[in-house]
Each structure stands twice: as C-alpha cells, then as structure tokens.
C-alpha cells in the first residue's frame, strides 16, 4: 500500500488534526454498533459540511498521521469526520463492503460524492452512513397541548 501524498503542517494547525487522529483510534477499537451510537451522538448540531471542508479535514487528518494516510481507511474516515465536528461541520460518514472481490472500506463524503478517495467506490454496498443530523436541543423543552 503506497502512502497518500502528505502536506506538512505548521505546528500550531495540527493541534486539532493530532487530537482527532488520537481520538479517532480509540473510537475505532469499539464494537460497530457502539462506534456508530457515538458518531450520531457527535453529528448532532453540526452544520453539514462542504466538500471543501470535508477535503480540508481528511488531508489534515493524513498531513499528521501516517497511518491515515496509508491502509488505515477507519482510522482515517473517523479521524476526519471528528476533526470537521471540531470545526463545527459534519460530512457524512460512510462504511461499506464489495464482496467481488471482497473488500471493506469506510469514507467520508458530501451530497453522496466520496472526498478525496482515489479507490473507485461505484461497487460498494453501503451499510452504515451518519449523516448530518441537526440538533433536537430545539424541540426539548417545549409544552405539549396548547
């Protein structure tokens, strides 16, 4: 596997991107449900990220880890979609399997287009997406009846 062409970072800019990469790897090692319970938790109130923003996010996240920017695609997908949380946007975050040949991935995108993947994505079957999800803070503490 060959590494994604890296920009190097000034210090005070990968503050945030060496902080999602760590917390990323610990949100990776959780069963796949509890993984996809808390990146919906995180989703809320996030305005929908851009693709642009998105894009920023993932090279930031593959400036300051090498392992995101090699096989490491959760690592990486995760990574980026907490440091957009950081930035207050949310792409949509995305897991998926090919089973000829047989193959898992996980990616972020927007508007359905995946963000900076050069793997061709056309023949994975999507099976978790957490999308952006605007916040119910709104509707808690409204009176019921009239």
């Given amino acids: 596997m060959t ?11 990968s503050i945030l991107p060496r902080l999602a990469v760590t917390v990323g790897r610990a949100v990776t090692q959780l069963t796949p449900y509890r993984m996809e319970r808390l990146l ?3 989703s809320r109130g996030a305005a929908p990220a851009s693709h ?9 996240v593959v400036a300051v880890s090498s392992r995101c920017a090699g096989q ?9 979609a907490l440091l957009a949380r950081m930035r207050g946007r949310w792409p949509d975050w995305v897991s998926g ?6 193959a898992a991935h996980a990616w972020i995108e927007v508007d359905g287009v995946p963000v900076g993947e050069a793997l061709k994505l056309d ?3 999507k099976n978790i997406i957490v999308s952006y999800r605007p916040s119910r803070q709104g509707n808690r503490h409204m009176p019921s009846g009239g």
């Fill in 123 to 125: 023949g994975f079957q």
């Fill in 97 to 102: 399997v090919n089973l000829m040949p047989f």
């Fill in 72 to 80: 490491y695609c959760l690592e990486r997908a995760v990574a980026a």
């Fill in 3 to 13: 590494l994604e062409p890296r920009a190097r970072l000034p210090l005070h800019k």
């Fill in 40 to 42: 919906r938790r995180l």
């Fill in 52 to 60: 642009q923003e998105a894009l920023r996010a993932r090279s930031d």
